[in-house]
Every structure is written in structure tokens, then in C-alpha cells.
């Protein structure tokens, strides 16, 4: 029997992803919480930087597309940390962004504060 030498790696990978969960009491119809960020760049491979940001999903991205002030905190984001979800779990609403390696990993101020901005939406436009 031959072995196969370009193996598979198996087991625990190198990639973390930070979640942040907004507590709701009734998350009433799930979709309408659903939200991802579109985004629109300039440049290319480690120059590439976000020029425009739309949402698309439920209810929540209607919110989180109007708000011009969230936008400008997105573009100015680096091009991997403006990729963000939005979506209900059992017990409230997730956000997060990509996964990350251990060396990449973490939240910046600028980032954590467009999480909340996001969490505020969610609290205040939809309950």
C-alpha cells in the first residue's frame, strides 16, 4: 500500500474570529436581522482601500445603509476588517468579521466601535 505524501492537516487551525452578541429578549422574524457589508475599493492587493460601503439583508441593512456616519467609520477601516456579518443566533444577533490568523488577530478601537454603532441599530431601530 502506498502512502499518500501530501497529507491533509487535520485538527486545530491557525484562525480565530471574534463575535460579538447583542442580547434580545424576542428577535421576532430572524431574516430581518440578516446584514453584510458590500463593499466598493480602489487600488489593489495591499493598497487596496474601501471607497463605498452598501449593505444588504433584511430590515437592519435598510438601518445600517443610511447611516452616513457608520459608512465613513467603515471606509476607513483597512480592506479585511470592513468585511462584516449580522445574523441571528438562538440567544440574540452576531456580529463579526472574517477569520483571522493568530498573527492578524484582534480589534482594533475603530473596529470595536463600529460593532457597536451596529449593536445600537439593533437595539434601538428594531425593538
Given amino acids: 500500500m502506498s502512502q ?4 491533509i492537516p487535520w485538527g486545530a487551525q491557525d484562525r480565530f474570529q471574534a ?3 447583542v442580547s434580545v429578549s ?3 422574524e430572524g431574516s430581518e436581522f440578516l446584514a453584510k457589508t458590500e463593499l466598493k475599493t480602489k487600488g489593489h492587493f495591499a493598497l487596496k482601500q474601501v471607497s463605498d460601503v452598501q449593505w444588504i439583508g433584511g430590515k437592519l441593512a435598510d438601518y445600517l ?3 452616513n456616519e457608520l459608512k465613513n467609520m467603515i471606509i476607513n ?3 479585511e476588517d470592513a468585511h462584516i456579518w449580522v445574523e441571528p443566533t438562538k440567544n440574540g444577533i452576531r456580529i463579526h468579521g472574517k477569520w ?3 498573527y ?3 480589534v482594533s478601537k475603530e473596529l470595536f466601535a ?3 454603532k451596529i449593536a445600537h441599530h439593533i437595539k434601538n431601530n428594531l425593538y
Fill in 4 to 7: 499518500d505524501t501530501n497529507t
Fill in 19 to 21: 463575535h460579538f452578541i
Fill in 26 to 28: 424576542d428577535r421576532g
Fill in 65 to 67: 445603509t443610511s447611516d
Fill in 77 to 79: 477601516l483597512p480592506y
Fill in 100 to 102: 483571522k490568523s493568530s
Fill in 104 to 106: 492578524e488577530f484582534g
Fill in 114 to 116: 463600529v460593532y457597536d
